[in-house]
């Protein structure tokens, strides 16, 4: 296969919140695709037209796919065309990132490669892991290259994603992209590929780039976020509604901050600027302070919170969402998590009633905890002395504010002004 051959066979490593769309979407714009995944649960779930995990839209796709023979889902790498690594990047250590993931994922393909397939990192990663990724399949396959235009060339890039979730499936498609191979012929072939599903621009570049842009985007985020949140506290502090004051200072036509809450949670804005400090942390002297007031916003929430139910001999507390964001059931490096799982544990004479619309059962550890049970949002605050609001889902702006009626309200999104 030549950089112009079409990739007709695709092969998606780890389907979760953004290999499963990613999937979806080149099956439906034609390709065969064939997704792998560590987990049978899964791959059983998808083969039968089901997705594992909400996501607006997702299904549909997934099944009309299964359903025509153009998705299979299944534990062992194959043969393809192209391949597309989206796998985890956690933690490890001091904030470092964690390419043990994407190790394995290049160990897994390196014996089905013949010479002329793309490898694609789509996982959010640190400068140099898509050349890293590249470096474990060449060591593993010593007769292949990535020089270009050889009969034995491997080709390799890095195209992050940037999407929404609850809209993952809109932004997939319509969102530009940023591709950045190991060089120039790599970035065509990735291009070429996108191209068959994306109708946003598609940005090229190199690797190391491309790797950094994703990181600078969601870096941006968090300063933004670390501001409100700053601002939420100082508010505090002086007896000032942060929400009123953010909404004026918005009425300047340069001004536009965010909105504060219980912290950052998800997979991108809560990680990735770790992956900046990580790679230069004498430098990324901003990055790192605006990681540290999110991080440090559940504390203040929590010291509020127990404040509050320290009036109470056996307090009940209706935590109003766990996942990391409204509207979806991603509870990734939520911090409405965090701090009802350290309430439960700080207070083990409080009972905490999660009220949380997107999931049927508890994680672990909440769901091990006797104090802690999962209920219906009107229970729960029928039930409560405290409602803490730390998810602004739309079941919870449109309730009956007379349920409120002689509850203490701890409200971290500025739902109920």
Same mark, same amino acid.
């Given at each position: 296969?030549?950089?112009?051959?079409?990739?007709?066979?695709?092969?998606?490593?780890?389907?979760?919140?953004?290999?499963?769309?990613?999937?979806?979407?080149?099956?439906?714009?034609?390709?065969?695709?064939?997704?792998?995944?560590?987990?049978?649960?899964?791959?059983?779930?998808?083969?039968?037209?089901?997705?594992?995990?909400?996501?607006?839209?997702?299904?549909?796709?997934?099944?009309?796919?299964?359903?025509?023979?153009?998705?299979?889902?299944?534990?062992?790498?194959?043969?393809?065309?192209?391949?597309?690594?989206?796998?985890?990047?956690?933690?490890?250590?001091?904030?470092?990132?964690?390419?043990?993931?994407?190790?394995?994922?290049?160990?897994?393909?390196?014996?089905?490669?013949?010479?002329?397939?793309?490898?694609?990192?789509?996982?959010?990663?640190?400068?140099?892991?898509?050349?890293?990724?590249?470096?474990?399949?060449?060591?593993?396959?010593?007769?292949?290259?990535?020089?270009?235009?050889?009969?034995?060339?491997?080709?390799?890039?890095?195209?992050?994603?940037?999407?929404?979730?609850?809209?993952?499936?809109?932004?997939?498609?319509?969102?530009?992209?940023?591709?950045?191979?190991?060089?120039?012929?790599?970035?065509?072939?990735?291009?070429?590929?996108?191209?068959?599903?994306?109708?946003?621009?598609?940005?090229?570049?190199?690797?190391?780039?491309?790797?950094?842009?994703?990181?600078?985007?969601?870096?941006?985020?968090?300063?933004?976020?670390?501001?409100?949140?700053?601002?939420?506290?100082?508010?505090?502090?002086?007896?000032?509604?942060?929400?009123?004051?953010?909404?004026?200072?918005?009425?300047?036509?340069?001004?536009? &901050?965010?909105?504060?809450?219980?912290?950052?949670?998800?997979?991108? &804005?809560?990680?990735?600027?770790?992956?900046?400090?990580?790679?230069?942390?004498?430098?990324?002297?901003?990055?790192?302070?605006?990681?540290?007031?999110?991080?440090?916003?559940?504390?203040?929430?929590?010291?509020?919170?127990?404040?509050?139910?320290?009036?109470?001999?056996?307090?009940?507390?209706?935590?109003?969402?766990?996942?990391?964001?409204?509207?979806?059931?991603?509870?990734?490096?939520?911090?409405?998590?965090?701090?009802?799982?350290?309430?439960?544990?700080?207070?083990?004479?409080?009972?905490?009633?999660?009220?949380?619309?997107?999931?049927?059962?508890?994680?672990?550890?909440?769901?091990?905890?006797?104090?802690?049970?999962?209920?219906?949002?009107?229970?729960?605050?029928?039930?409560?002395?405290?409602?803490?609001?730390?998810?602004?889902?739309?079941?919870?702006?449109?309730?009956?504010?007379?349920?409120?009626?002689?509850?203490?309200?701890?409200?971290?999104?500025?739902?109920?002004?």
């Amino acid at each position: 296969m030549s950089p112009t051959t079409p990739m007709d066979i695709v092969s998606v490593i780890g389907l979760g919140y953004i290999g499963l769309p990613t999937a979806a979407v080149l099956a439906q714009a034609g390709k065969t695709v064939i997704g792998v995944d560590v987990k049978q649960s899964n791959v059983d779930a998808i083969n039968a037209g089901r997705v594992p995990f909400v996501e607006e839209g997702l299904e549909t796709v997934v099944a009309g796919a299964v359903a025509q023979g153009k998705l299979r889902a299944q534990i062992e790498t194959p043969e393809a065309d192209a391949y597309i690594v989206s796998v985890p990047t956690p933690f490890k250590g001091d904030h470092e990132a964690d390419l043990s993931y994407i190790e394995a994922a290049a160990r897994g393909i390196a014996p089905k490669l013949d010479g002329g397939e793309l490898v694609v990192l789509e996982s959010t990663s640190p400068p140099g892991a898509t050349e890293q990724m590249a470096a474990v399949i060449l060591a593993e396959r010593p007769d292949l290259t990535d020089e270009p235009g050889r009969h034995n060339s491997v080709y390799f890039s890095h195209a992050p994603e940037r999407v929404l979730p609850g809209r993952i499936m809109i932004e997939m498609i319509d969102n530009d992209r940023i591709i950045g191979g190991t060089t120039d012929e790599a970035s065509e072939m990735t291009r070429d590929l996108y191209a068959s599903f994306c109708k946003g621009q598609l940005h090229i570049t190199d690797a190391r780039t491309a790797e950094m842009a994703k990181l600078t985007e969601n870096a941006f985020r968090d300063v933004n976020i670390a501001f409100a949140n700053e601002l939420s506290i100082i508010s505090e502090s002086q007896g000032i509604d942060v929400w009123e004051l953010i909404e004026l200072a918005n009425h300047h036509p340069r001004v536009n &901050i965010l909105q504060p809450g219980p912290g950052v949670g998800g997979h991108c &804005i809560a990680v990735d600027p770790w992956f900046i400090v990580s790679a230069a942390p004498e430098q990324a002297k901003l990055v790192r302070l605006a990681r540290e007031v999110n991080d440090s916003k559940p504390d203040f929430v929590l010291e509020k919170v127990m404040a509050k139910a320290a009036k109470f001999r056996e307090p009940v507390i209706a935590a109003l969402g766990i996942a990391f964001k409204a509207d979806i059931d991603d509870l990734r490096e939520s911090p409405s998590k965090a701090i009802v799982e350290r309430l439960s544990s700080e207070m083990e004479h409080a009972t905490v009633l999660v009220a949380e619309p997107n999931v049927d059962e508890l994680p672990v550890p909440l769901s091990q905890r006797p104090n802690v049970a999962l209920a219906e949002v009107e229970d729960a605050i029928a039930r409560a002395d405290i409602v803490l609001v730390l998810v602004d889902h739309h079941q919870f702006k449109t309730l009956d504010r007379e349920l409120l009626a002689e509850k203490i309200v701890v409200d971290t999104k500025g739902l109920w002004r």
